[in-house]
């Protein structure tokens, strides 16, 4: 439904909508970017946005699904209020999975700047339109704002997912953002210490984290447990390892 502003305040009401189900609807204004626009708060009053007399908005439903993956590959599905900033989106996130310290997550866009990347291999493959320059600029835009020290995209958590141009249908990564001490660490939370584990690994393995080369070794033979068990004569043969699953490229050719 279209509404037409015409006065200091906007009411809640849908045709055919009940009263039961209005919490999940509000006042939408678009922007010329799809990936865009804005929730009004119900609290403001309508001159809050400087909308105008004759100004036309959306009234739509604001609960959407986000694909969010976690760092074992699995991709789940939630249920989120598009409104809302990412720290509240991260918790209903955690809620769903069962972490119970949202508050040391984030949420990450994944191989954006792969995805840069590729766009613009193509732009200068091939003459780029108008709306692709404009695409690959606001893409450059989004990477430059969300990039850190430690090469990840971090999405704000005071700002909403439209706010920062990410498209509804981008897969966002959990990850572990914030690490205080071990004691924080519930070691009867099978799902918080498996993302913890694969995380920790995979900044070992990519150089995020720096370690010795001894360090490196131990790492790996405590990975080779968990992962194939007490040695098989019958099972483990020579070569069955992958030294790039193990070990970080600084030491993987190292022979001594």
């Known amino acids: 439904a279209v509404v037409s502003t015409q006065s200091g305040h906007y009411g809640r009401g849908e045709p055919g909508a009940s009263q039961g189900d209005g919490s999940e609807y509000g006042l939408f204004r678009p922007d010329e970017d799809v990936k865009k626009g804005t929730w009004l708060d119900p609290r403001r009053a309508l001159e809050y ?23 074992d590959e699995s991709i789940k599905t ?120 694969i995380q920790d690994h995979t900044c070992v393995i990519n150089g995020t984290h720096k370690i010795t080369l001894d360090e490196a070794i131990h790492l790996a033979a405590i990975r080779v447990q968990i992962q194939f068990g007490n040695h098989d004569e019958s099972k483990h043969k020579k070569g069955f390892l992958e030294v790039k699953d193990l070990m970080p490229v600084e030491y993987r050719k190292v022979r001594d």
């Open 49 to 71: 946005y400087l909308l105008r007399a004759g100004d036309q908005l959306e009234y739509r439903k604001k609960i959407r699904p986000l694909r969010v993956k976690m760092l």
């Open 78 to 197: 939630v249920l989120v209020d598009d409104s809302h900033n990412v720290k509240d989106i991260i918790k209903s996130i955690c809620e769903r999975i069962g972490i119970n310290n949202p508050d040391e997550f984030s949420l990450v866009v994944e191989n954006l700047q792969e995805d840069d990347k590729a766009k613009t291999a193509t732009l200068k493959r091939d003459k780029p339109s108008g709306l692709q320059e404009r695409d690959r600029k606001k893409m450059e835009t989004l990477r430059r704002k969300l990039h850190t020290d430690d090469d990840i995209l971090w999405l704000n958590h005071d700002k909403s997912l439209r706010e920062q141009g990410v498209p509804e249908d981008q897969i966002l990564l959990l990850r572990k953002k914030l690490f205080f001490s071990d004691i924080n660490v519930d070691t009867h939370d099978p799902v918080q210490l498996n993302l913890m584990y």
